[in-house]
């Protein structure tokens, strides 16, 4: 069945199309596909009021909402992570702000409809500033009674659940132990609970494929699942359709069957009386540029192989696969038209041995991982903090400790990040704030890496990593040059006068030593990772000499030029500070918004700089009578604060594999104002 | 090991034409016309700090003499190496050069050899750094085929940590940290190399300054990974480990000197193929002339190679030395360097980048 490219009309079956790049994202007009057909709204204001009514359809009503949560549940296979990304493109190209959580097992298919199998996507898209992917949502999808049962106590009285009939059998019910079946003993009495025989209307859509099995039918539900919340969310499908086309190109049967399901979803939204209502949230306000919808590691790639561009050098990428870092060395991989090489090593020691292999030689060397490699590369950190040369390392954190929660968020390698080697080893340690700030920060890494020679560890996590919003793309040329200079000549001269090269010759503003690459004649010179005296880089076992240099080396890292840590505090009137580091940046902003809104005065602050820490940090801290660390660890950071800064901190802490619900924060922040 | 009466005389498999590979070094940059370098141009101003006797010392004389004849311009030459007493070497010639962590060399020079193929690297390790701990990076480097020449330095002991046992180190040898002997079974170097595919395999000794410098010449001409044995001697925690195989008349009765296109003999014995042992080595009166090995380094399947390293015998009755394997294939370096350029057909510009930021999907909003 071919389809419009405009997607299915609605509003009385007019096929005009929208007119996207005019009118997308413009803040006083409602744009979209169905908008540019009902005459009605498209001259609407905008409005932040929830449940306006304000267009008539055929059989539903077009309600227009502030903002939605949604969380699309099933099992690990039933394909959920790709329905929620489709969904959250949709929703990108119709200018809403947005926010997502991919939760997923570490198995890649436990036993189909088992609880430990279940796997969501949650999203969040407004028409203004969104902060979080949400608390609870307001729509839950649940393709199977696992995933109703999961997913059940996270969802608010009054929200709206979609559930898949199909699955509710005897069997499957069993499996998870419900005794009786959720849909039918009353369970559900306080939802808005709708009912769809998703599994058999799907095959029957699909009547005609004869080519596929009753298998193969039945995985397009999915895209039938997409297609009904495409309609009620009045989100436009041409994205998702070319998606497809691309995804299933030599396969035009699964294809077809795929095209097929997405819009007999929507078609189902659209016949059937089940639903009163669709919906529609209007674009946000968001300063004017062009945008994109972005994760944390398609970010983070894409800044190294920018910073490389600007700083003239090839990136090399030395990297062992690991959760929830590997999507950075498959887009890296993917990229190699950019100048960028990538060695999928041995181990994590052999992608970070590599990575420093490729700085010696003067290129831009980066290594990625999770926790459990960034114990692996330590040795090696330390090498390349003896060696003075620059080295990016990002470590994606997860749960831990030891393989812990390979596929759940935390923020607990930052000690090891800043601590986790032998000897006085001092490194630079920058955390991104959101998804879209790893682009920023990624840069940053680089500025820093090659401007002090130093390794640079980044801290991401899971949330951020696989997390995604709408981001502004920035202009290259607009970007910072990070242009780097290799020595060309010697900079010394022996007793004789003959001239030399001194490796470890600094210089006075940096303390940073020459990049000197080889390949460059009378340059050469050796680096090892036994301590040397200083300047001529000789092996050196003298005690002064090695005292020197451990501070030496640690004054190199103090003396990296950070921006000061900025207060957000409207009012300007706060005794309370919130400070945080990486990805609570959300939450805690929202936590903050939140208790704002009750008249809370509240002072926000989020370092993206651990090592060094912004020059002002002991005096911004020691400006509030109270100061609230939130952390998705034991209090890290807060027990750094307090040992640097002697400044008393109440450390609030959450290890549960998940970002910090917002509501969570807010009443940390009242509880903190109340004493 | 078959002992298929096929197997001894040819070559199996479409081997490279010899001469037609490119070389080693044929990527790195040559001094020009007229110009050429000493020995002293390969000496830093580094004192020498072994001990007394040490047969390092020896080995770094061989590669002072032997890196000038290359004709390379000295600053595309780089040695990395790892942990150890031979892991030292880097400090005391005047190339560029990095002393790294204990195993690890041979994935740092990886990634050096990858990114810059203008460069010759040159790999330097001991028994227990590329064996014990970089054992991993060791075959994996080999596996890949990277443009390196690896020297190992095996003197069956741990040297620098003050004399405990290695994984080369004999079954019974009595060290520091063995006092009743050791009972680990030890690796046999040129066996794991052949077992890890590498390309070019060889063994030799410290002393035998002419057999060091051509078969290191050979390896620098081989463009791939080499690995290359040598037997060094140290006088410290592990003396006169090789001695039988440095006086002249023990060393006759023992080393089998492998040469490409001839048989393998030792004194009046021939190796011939055994259906049992694999290779043997019997008197000639009593070998079948259809069973003799004749050495093919270049054949493509390492078998025969193998089989032949495999004569090794822990009390050095017989030991084969020389180049086991020498067969070019795709290195891993190249390939990945032809991947990249390949892909990228133009420079990259500040559009490219633009456009790549901007992705599939991108939407604009207006003022
Ligand atoms: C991570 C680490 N573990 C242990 C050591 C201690 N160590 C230094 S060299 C060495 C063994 C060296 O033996 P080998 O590689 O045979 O070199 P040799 O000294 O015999 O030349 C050991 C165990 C170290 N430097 N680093
Ligand atoms: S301990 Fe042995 S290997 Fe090390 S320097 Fe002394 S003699 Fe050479
Ligand atoms: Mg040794």
Redesign the pocket.
């Known amino acids: 069945m071919p389809l419009s490219p405009a997607g299915i009309p609605r509003c009385g079956g007019s096929g005009r199309t929208a007119d996207h790049d005019g009118t997308r994202g413009a803040p006083s007009h409602v744009v979209g596909i169905s908008h540019s057909v009902c005459t009605a709204r498209s001259t609407m204001e905008r409005t932040h009021e929830n449940d306006e009514d304000i267009a008539s359809m055929s059989t539903t009503t077009v309600k227009r909402l502030d903002r939605v949560i949604i969380r699309f549940a099933g099992d690990s296979g039933d394909g959920m992570q790709l329905t929620g990304d489709r969904f959250t493109s949709q929703t990108a190209l119709l200018g809403n702000d947005l926010s997502t959580l991919p939760n997923f097992p570490a198995e890649i298919r436990a036993p189909q409809g088992t609880l430990p199998g279940v796997s969501s996507f949650q999203l969040h898209f407004a028409d203004h500033a969104v902060l979080t992917p949400g608390d609870a949502p307001d729509v839950l999808v649940a393709m199977n009674p696992a995933a109703l049962m999961a997913n059940l106590p996270d969802l608010p009285r009054g929200a709206t659940l979609i559930v898949n009939t199909d699955e509710f059998t005897k069997r499957n019910l069993a499996k998870v132990g419900y005794p009786t079946n959720p849909l039918e003993d009353g369970t559900l009495e306080s939802y808005d609970v709708h009912p769809v025989a998703l599994t058999s209307i799907t095959v029957e859509a699909l009547t005609g494929f004869e080519g596929l099995t009753r298998k193969e039918k039945e995985r397009a539900k999915n895209m039938f699942a997409l297609g009904l919340l495409s309609w009620l969310y009045t989100r436009p499908m041409e994205g998702t359709e070319l998606f497809l086309k691309a995804k299933f190109a030599g396969q035009p049967e699964i294809l077809a069957a795929n095209l097929t399901a997405l819009r007999a979803g929507y078609n189902y939204g659209e016949t059937t009386e089940d639903f009163a209502n669709a919906y529609e949230v209007a674009p946000a306000a968001m300063p004017a540029g062009t945008y994109r919808n972005i994760t944390g590691n398609v970010a983070l790639a894409l800044g190294l192989v920018t910073a490389a561009h600007k700083a003239g050098l090839r990136l090399f990428l030395g990297s062992y696969p690991i959760t929830p870092a590997s999507d950075i060395l498959h887009t890296l991989s993917g990229l190699k038209r950019y100048g960028v090489t990538t060695m999928q090593a041995e181990d994590e020691i052999a992608g970070v041995g590599a990575a420093l292999g490729a700085s010696f030689g003067g290129a831009l060397g980066v290594t990625t991982t999770s926790g459990p490699g960034l114990a692996l590369k330590a040795e090696t950190i330390g090498l390349a903090v003896s060696l003075e040369l620059p080295l990016v390392v990002c470590d994606i954190q997860r749960g831990g400790p030891s393989t812990g929660l390979p596929t759940k968020t935390e923020q607990a390698d930052l000690l090891q990040a800043l601590f986790g080697r032998n000897g006085e080893s001092p490194v630079a340690v920058l955390a991104p704030a959101t998804p879209g700030d790893c682009f920023d920060i990624a840069l940053e890494a680089v500025r820093i890496a090659t401007t002090y020679r130093t390794p640079v560890i980044v801290l991401s996590d899971g949330y951020l990593a696989n997390g995604s919003e709408p981001w502004q793309v920035p202009r290259t040329a607009d970007l910072p040059d990070l242009r780097v200079e290799f020595a060309t000549e010697p900079n010394g001269a022996n007793a004789d006068g003959t001239p030399v090269f001194h490796p470890y010759l600094r210089d006075p503003e940096t303390l940073a030593r020459q990049w000197a690459v080889p390949g460059t004649p009378g340059l050469e010179h050796r680096v090892g990772g036994i301590e040397k005296a200083d300047v001529t880089g000789n092996i050196s076992y003298d005690p002064d000499n090695h005292d020197h240099m451990v501070r030496l080396r640690q004054a190199k890292i103090d003396g990296i030029r950070v921006p000061d840590l900025q207060v957000e505090d409207p009012t300007g009137g706060a005794r309370l500070l919130v400070l945080g580091w990486g990805s609570t940046y959300g939450p805690i902003a929202a936590g903050v918004r939140l208790a704002r809104a009750l008249g809370t005065k509240v002072a926000q602050a989020h370092l993206h700089h651990l090592a060094p820490l912004p020059a002002n940090t002991g005096d911004v801290l020691r400006a509030y009578d109270h100061v609230i660390v939130p952390e998705m660890n034991l209090g890290q950071l807060a027990m750094l604060l307090r040992a640097r800064f002697l400044v008393d901190i109440q450390s609030h802490t959450a290890v549960r594999g998940l970002p910090f619900p917002a509501t969570e924060l807010a009443d940390v922040i009242a509880r903190a104002v109340k004493e | 090991m078959t002992t298929d009466e096929t197997v001894q005389t040819t070559p199996v498999g479409p081997g490279p034409t010899p001469g037609s590979a490119e070389s080693g070094t044929a990527r790195v940059p040559r001094l020009a016309e007229g110009e050429s370098l000493g020995k002293k141009d390969f000496t830093s101003d580094q004192e020498v700090r ?2 007394p ?4 010392y020896v080995i770094l004389a061989a590669i002072q003499g032997l890196l000038p004849q290359l004709g390379l311009k000295r600053e595309n030459i780089v040695f990395i190496s790892g942990i150890g ?2 892991s030292r070497f880097p400090y005391y010639l005047d190339t560029y050069g990095m002393h790294s962590i204990h195993g690890r060399a041979p994935a740092i020079a990886t990634g050096l050899a990858t990114s810059r193929e203008d460069l010759s690297v040159w790999v330097i390790t001991g028994d227990g750094d590329s064996l014990s701990i970089g054992g991993n990076h060791l075959i994996h480097a080999m596996r890949r085929n990277v443009n390196l020449k690896i020297l190992l330095f095996n ?1 069956e ?1 741990y ?2 940590t ?1 004399g405990q046992y290695s994984p080369t180190s004999r079954v019974g040898q009595v060290t520091k940290s063995t006092p009743l002997g050791s009972v680990d079974q030890p690796f046999n170097p040129v066996s794991l190399a052949l077992g890890a595919d590498a390309g070019f395999v060889a063994r030799t000794l410290d002393n035998d300054r002419k057999h060091l410098t051509s078969v290191l010449q050979a390896a620098a001409d081989h463009r791939g990974s080499a690995l290359i044995e040598i037997y ?1 001697n ?5 003396d006169g480990a090789f001695e039988v195989l440095k006086d002249r008349t023990s060393a006759q009765a023992r080393i089998i000197h492998l040469e490409a296109g001839q048989e393998v003999t030792l004194g009046d014995q021939v190796a011939i193929w055994d259906e049992v042992s694999g290779i043997r080595l019997v008197p000639r009166e009593q070998a079948d002339p259809a069973r003799i090995v004749v050495h093919h380094p270049e054949a493509a399947d390492p078998s025969t190679a193998y089989a032949l390293s495999r004569l090794d015998t822990p009390d050095m009755t017989h030991v084969p030395m020389g180049i086991f394997r020498n067969v070019t294939r795709r290195t891993y370096d190249d390939a990945v360097r032809e991947q990249v350029a390949a892909a990228q057909t133009a420079p990259v510009t500040d559009a490219d980048i633009d456009a790549l930021l901007a992705g599939q999907d991108p939407w604009t909003v207006s003022a």
């Open positions: 072994w001990c006797g040490c047969g390092d007493c031979s003197n002991i040297g620098l003050k060094q140290c006088p410290i925690f592990n």
